[in-house]
Structures are given as C-alpha cells and as structure tokens.
C-alpha cells in the first residue's frame, strides 16, 4: 500500500510539471519556411513580419523578433530578455546570458518550429540545420549579413546549427548561432550547403 501511494504521489507530480510546462506560452521558434528569396528578407523589418505572420498562424500572436544582426543592430539586443519557451512549453533559456552560455537548451529536439515540428537536422533528407543569424556566438553581428538581409545573390551570411552537429566536433560545429559562412544569399545557395533560409524567432518581452 506503501508502494503504491509513493507511485501515485510520483506519477502526479510528473503530471503536474508537463501540464506546467503546457501552460508556457510559446516564445521561440524556428520558421517552418523560408519567405522565398534566400537571405533577402526584407532586412529585419521583412524578417519580424515573417516571423510574426507564421506565430499568428499558430495562434501566437504577439512582438515577435527574428534574432538576426545587421551591421547596426545586435541580434541579441533584439529579442528581449526572456525566458523564452518552445511550442510544447520547455524553456529555452532563462535570459540573455543563458542563451548565449552554456544554459541554453537549443537542440534538434527542442528547437522546434511554430507548430511544434521538429526541424530536420544532419542525416535527415534534405538536411535544414543551417540558421540565419549574422551573429556572432556571443549574439553581436558577424560580418556576414548578406548585406543586412537585404540581398538574395551573391555574398555571405553567418549560419548557425539548431542541432548542435556539424562535420567535427569543435565548438563552430556545435553552435546553434555561429558555426560557419554560407556559400552565397539565393535559397538554392543556402540549401546547397544544408540549410533551407529558416531563422530563429523570439518574443520580444
């Protein structure tokens, strides 16, 4: 009866923090889709509308912000200070420090998109683990922006690995905002290299 009485305290208590979990409103994700033109998004305008139609879809409306950087702006100066919550309510990151530390919890697993997809990662066919960011690990802008969002041809942007994996395993490799350059700024360039033009979205608090 002992036994018992202990199992049934324990399965409650399990119960009781997934539904806490639940109740977290979502405050991150991954965008499920690209706009169309690569990293021509519109600059960061055209890139929170992006972000801010797919939350609405989702029924998560709201100031949301792409966490991207220009040569003017930070991507970590964008998205506010947290927490920040995925679609099935686990926390990401407590704040700022934690996001761009060791405690953040950006994986494959959680780095889920509006509808609480999981996002394909290295293995999966096709492989979509390259994320817009322009940023550097530290949230502040690399040089590689594709002229601040704005240009969908040639040149660059910082990609990072919302799976955490890349060819070794150095700390570039594993990096969920700055793990490499990309080979240029059309769609087709960016899927070439294992991405798709997704970006990280935040609500901005």
Same mark, same amino acid.
């Given at each position: ?25 979502? !405050? ?52 506010? !200070? ?124």
């Amino acid at each position: 009866m002992v036994m018992k009485r202990l199992f049934t305290v324990a399965a409650l208590a399990c119960m009781g923090t997934a539904a806490m979990a639940q109740d977290q409103a979502m !405050s991150f994700f991954v965008t499920s889709a690209n706009p169309g033109q690569g990293a021509g998004l519109g600059g960061l305008e055209g890139a929170d509308a992006h972000c801010a139609e797919l939350a609405a879809a989702a029924g998560a409306e709201g100031d949301w912000k792409a966490y991207l950087s220009t040569d003017q702006e930070n991507a970590r100066d964008r998205i506010g !200070s947290g927490p920040w919550y995925n679609a099935d309510g686990v926390e990401i990151a407590a704040d700022i420090e934690a996001l761009h530390g060791d405690g953040n919890a950006i994986s494959k697993e959680t780095a889920l998109d509006e509808m609480g997809n999981v996002v394909n990662g290295r293995g999966d066919d096709p492989n979509r683990h390259d994320i817009l960011t322009g940023s550097m690990p530290d949230g502040t802008a690399a040089a590689e922006t594709c002229e601040n969002w704005t240009n969908s041809g040639e040149g660059s942007a910082m990609v990072g690995h919302h799976d955490r994996m890349g060819l070794d395993d150095s700390d570039a490799a594993k990096s969920w905002n700055s793990s490499h350059p990309s080979r240029g700024c059309s769609l087709e360039a960016l899927q070439g290299t294992g991405g798709d033009g997704l970006f990280y979205c935040f609500a901005a608090n």
